[in-house]
């Protein structure tokens, strides 16, 4: 009854996972600029003196770092829209996780951050803007010091799933060339995002970026999210392995175990699976013992079969053989 019950909760996260990635991602990565946006006229207006602002000049003026008030005041609307926009993608992200949580290599690294502090510095680069507290050549290396120490958890997720991705390669995980460069690529991307941001976030150097007039530089566009669907998607790449029939002489049974590996060279709980096959080991021919689909090995009872298996046996057949016809399986009476 727990099995089920697992196996039902696995559904529901998978199915929710897989719509809420082609429906809410998309939304939760650009959903900060878009706010920011449609609210920026009524931050300016609140200001006592917004004279250099009109509604002609709107787009070249927009997010703009400065002393004047209207600067100040978007700095503040765009953290507290990021970091209310990052809890909610947080959220969604830990539910995500959770439909793959008895994976070994999503256990060792869940990917999942709150990100919340990524913010600060970019808040206070903006609201001490032209007067720094600090003489200018401390007060950057303090700014770009304190961003590399909040980066150290995204950092350690990269040079994690490197290690993970060499040692697949070694072990010629990757079924195809054009997957392990997928993945190369896919790990050049996440790097080029954390130093593309680490710039940014201490020193802004980039100028303003507009996609249809939504901003694209740190805080209105969610990279963190970004960066943990990288994380997602190259933690589920797993590789099939060739299937192993365990011959449980106590109880005499066969059980067909049907695996597959993760990038931590686990075997995965929740891709594997093993049944009992409909036939007898006492009653079965040396012809079909050749023509069965994977190797044989022999065990002692049921108990040292469930410490070797990744997963929970299932009592009745999965399928029958198809190597068989009705006359050469050998049921139980």
């Known amino acids: 009854m727990t099995t089920l019950i697992a196996r039902f909760r696995y559904i529901i996260y998978k199915v929710w996972g897989r719509l809420g990635l082609t429906t809410f991602s998309p939304l939760f990565f650009f959903a900060t600029g878009i706010i ?17 602002y009109t509604q002609n000049n709107q787009q070249q ?19 507290v829209v990021y970091c209310c926009v990052r809890l909610i993608s947080y959220k969604f992200e830990e539910l995500i996780s959770r439909s793959e949580l008895g994976c070994l290599s999503r256990m060792k690294l869940p990917g ?5 502090s990524l913010a600060l510095p970019y808040l206070i680069r903006s609201l001490s803007f032209g007067s720094p507290p600090l003489p200018l050549m401390a007060y950057r290396s303090i700014l770009f010091f304190s961003t590399i120490l ?12 490197i290690c993970f991705v060499h040692k697949g390669a070694t072990r010629r995980f990757f079924r195809a060339d ?23 976030i201490s020193f802004g150097i980039y100028c303003p970026q507009f996609i249809f007039g939504i901003p694209i530089l740190f805080p209105h566009t969610n990279f963190v999210h970004f960066l943990f669907l990288i994380h997602n998607f190259l933690l589920k790449n797993h590789k099939k392995m060739p299937i ?3 011959e449980v002489c106590e109880e005499d049974v066969f059980v ?11 075997d995965c709980p929740i891709r594997s699976a093993a049944y009992r ?25 049921l108990d040292e079969l469930q410490r070797l298996v990744p997963c929970d046996i299932q009592h009745g057949p999965k399928k029958k053989p198809q190597t068989y016809s009705s006359n050469q399986v050998l049921y139980h009476k």
């Open 256 to 266: 067909q175990l049907e695996r597959q590996r993760c990038l931590a060279n686990r």
């Open 244 to 246: 192993i029939i365990y």
């Open 112 to 116: 999942t951050h709150l990100g919340l």
């Open 150 to 161: 909040l980066f150290v958890p995204y950092l350690r997720d990269l040079v994690h799933l």
């Open 61 to 79: 003026l927009l997010f703009f770092n400065g002393s004047s008030c209207g600067d100040q005041r978007r700095a503040l609307l765009s953290f």
């Open 277 to 301: 096959l409909p036939f007898v080991p006492s009653q079965t021919t040396t012809r079909i013992r050749r023509e069965l689909e994977g190797r044989i090995v022999q065990i002692r009872d």
């Open 36 to 52: 920011c946006v449609q609210f920026d006229a009524t931050v300016i207006k609140t200001c006592s003196s917004p004279s250099n």
């Open 178 to 200: 054009y997957e392990f460069f997928l993945t190369v690529a896919l790990l050049f991307l996440h790097f080029s995002i954390i130093f593309v941001e680490v710039l940014d």
